[in-house]
C-alpha cells in the first residue's frame, strides 16, 4: 500500500501571495487532517476533512481553507501569506475511528514553506 | 485549551544508556500516541495507548498511559544510535473530529 504523499516539498513565496499545497492520502484512508509545523515545535491542528466536508477547525484564520476530493486528496490553500507562516506543512490520513478510538494517523513528509 | 506538556525537550545520552521521556497534562485523553520524527520527515506512529494503566511493549520501547488518562511516559532500554530524533506525543480527545494535540517533543541524540 501506499503512504500519503505531499507536493511540492519545498517552496518558496513572497508575502501577500497565495499558496495550494497537495496531499494524497493512504489507499483506504477517508479522513484527511492538516497540521502547521513550525521550528521547534509539535504539530498544530489546522483542519479535518471527512467526505468531502470539513470536520473540525484548528485555531487558524479563515485564510486557511482547504478541500477534500472524491478521491479523499486534500489541498490546503493559504492566501495572503504572511512571514509567520513560514513552516512544515503535514498532512496526515486516517481510517474512521474504531469504537471511538482514533488508532493513529499517517503522515506524510510536508511541505516545507517559506514566506519571504 | 488542552496542553501536553514533554519532559525532558533535549536529551543526549551515550549508546547503551536507558532513558525515560515524559508527557503530562491536566487534561484527560480517550488515547495517547506516540510518535518518532526525524529531519525533514512526518512523524511516524509508534504506539497507541487507549486504556488507563495500560502498558505495551515493542521491542527496547516501552510505553505507558496513566491511571487517569492525563499522562504517558516512554521508555527506551539499551539505546542505540537509531533511535536518534523526536519524540512527539499526542493526545486525542475523542469527539467528531479526533483531532490530535501534540507536545512539542523531545530531542534525543544517542551518541556511538
Known amino acids: 500500500e501506499t503512504g500519503v504523499t505531499q507536493s511540492p516539498t519545498h517552496l518558496i513565496k513572497t508575502r501577500g501571495q497565495q499558496v495550494t499545497l497537495r496531499c494524497s492520502s493512504q489507499?483506504?484512508?477517508?479522513?484527511v487532517s492538516w497540521y502547521q509545523q513550525a521550528l521547534g515545535q509539535g504539530p498544530q491542528f489546522i483542519f479535518q476533512?471527512?467526505?468531502?466536508?470539513?470536520?473540525g477547525r484548528g485555531n487558524f484564520p479563515p485564510r486557511f481553507s482547504g478541500l477534500q476530493f472524491p478521491n479523499y486528496s486534500s489541498e490546503l490553500n493559504v492566501n495572503a501569506l504572511e512571514l509567520d507562516d513560514s513552516a512544515l506543512y503535514l498532512c496526515?490520513?486516517?481510517?474512521?475511528?474504531?469504537?471511538?478510538?482514533?488508532?493513529?494517523?499517517?503522515f506524510g513528509s510536508g511541505t516545507r514553506l517559506t514566506v519571504v | 485549551t488542552q496542553l501536553l506538556e514533554q519532559s525532558p525537550q533535549f536529551l543526549s545520552i551515550q549508546e547503551g544508556e536507558n532513558l525515560t521521556v515524559y508527557c503530562n497534562s491536566s487534561?484527560?485523553?480517550?488515547?495517547l500516541q506516540w510518535y518518532r520524527q526525524e529531519p525533514g520527515e512526518g512523524p511516524v506512529l509508534l504506539v497507541t495507548?487507549?486504556?488507563?494503566?495500560e502498558v505495551k511493549k515493542l521491542k527496547r520501547l516501552t510505553f505507558q498511559f496513566g491511571d487517569a488518562r492525563k499522562d504517558s511516559s516512554l521508555h527506551i532500554t539499551a539505546a542505540q544510535p537509531g533511535d536518534t530524533g523526536l519524540y512527539l506525543c499526542a493526545g486525542n480527545s475523542g469527539g467528531s473530529n479526533y483531532k490530535l494535540t501534540f507536545g512539542k517533543g523531545t530531542l534525543l541524540t544517542v551518541n556511538p
Open positions: 496526515a490520513s486516517s481510517l474512521e475511528p474504531y469504537r471511538g478510538v482514533n488508532y493513529g494517523y499517517t
Open positions: 495507548v487507549v486504556t488507563g494503566g
Open positions: 476533512y471527512y467526505r468531502e466536508e470539513e470536520n
Open positions: 487534561s484527560v485523553f480517550s488515547s
Open positions: 489507499s483506504g484512508h477517508n479522513t
